[in-house]
Structure formats: structure tokens, C-alpha cells
């Protein structure tokens, strides 16, 4: 026979002698056992008793006691949705920029704009040489300014040249 714990989310075979059980132990049923084992690998809640809560969804989601719930701001959840967008090749981000109107002379016409010899030549640097780029990259946010551009248009950008 097997029980369950809900305090220490553990299973207890009753054929052995555990030296310290818990005092909330539940007889569970094979099936019960498997189902359980399960839940708790996915991260569910389990609940007195023994139905237990969805997946959680992600790992910045907490329980509140009645449901998940992710209490990052907005903005957080931007940043860590940029973090995850793919390296686009130098091709992608090229090919992007013209389906957008912008030739790479003019690009460059823009960032010799850039009054800041260092920026300047950084951003010419990550422009002109890049193998790849990076949604991240402090260079991203200098070009986005340049062209006038939010963030949010950026992103669409970004999701337009993965596709290439």
C-alpha cells in the first residue's frame, strides 16, 4: 500500500519502516499514486483533497492560494520577452531593414549623426561588421532611436525578420 503526504508532497511505501512519518499520511491507490506523481513534477499544487491545481505556467508564476499568477510588471515581462527573441543573421536584419524603406546607406548616413565619437563608432562597428544581432544589444536601442522608432515596433520588427 502506498500513502501520501501532503505536508512534504512524499509517498510512503507501508511495507517499510521509516524511521520518521509524517503524521498526515493518506492511503492513495496506484492510479492515485501515478496521477499524483505526475502534478507535482509539473509543478501543480496539490490540494487536501488530492485534486490539485493546473500546470504552472511558467516559472515567474507564484500561487496565491486560489490561482497562478505572474507578478512581474509589464515591463518585465517586455524585457524578458526581448531576451528571448532569436539572433537574427546579418541577412535577416538587412533584408528587414529594406522591407522596412531603409537602405543600409542611409543607415549609415544616420549613425555618422551620432555626436558621440564612441557611440558613433560602435554602433557603425555593429552596424557595418555584425555576423548577427541581438534583440538585447545597447546598439539595438541607439539604431531604434535614430530611426524615430518605439520599442514595440522594434519587437514587430524583429518578428518580421525571422521569418526571412
Known sequence: MIQFSLSNLNFYDTSFDYADKPNDLTDVTNEQHQTLLNAINKGCIIFPDLTYSEQKPSAFHTWNGTEWIDVRT????????????????????M??????????????????LIEDEYT??????GFKDATNFVRTDPSI????????????????FWELCVTF
Open 74 to 93: 509589464e515591463e518585465e515581462k517586455l524585457v524578458h520577452k526581448r531576451s528571448q527573441y532569436p539572433k537574427l543573421t546579418r541577412y535577416q536584419f
Open 120 to 125: 558613433r563608432e560602435l554602433t557603425m562597428i
Open 141 to 156: 536601442d541607439v539604431m531604434r532611436d535614430i530611426l524615430g522608432k518605439t520599442d514595440l515596433e522594434i519587437d514587430e
Open 95 to 112: 533584408r528587414g531593414m529594406l522591407e522596412y524603406g531603409y537602405k543600409s546607406s542611409d543607415i549609415e548616413a544616420q549613425i555618422m
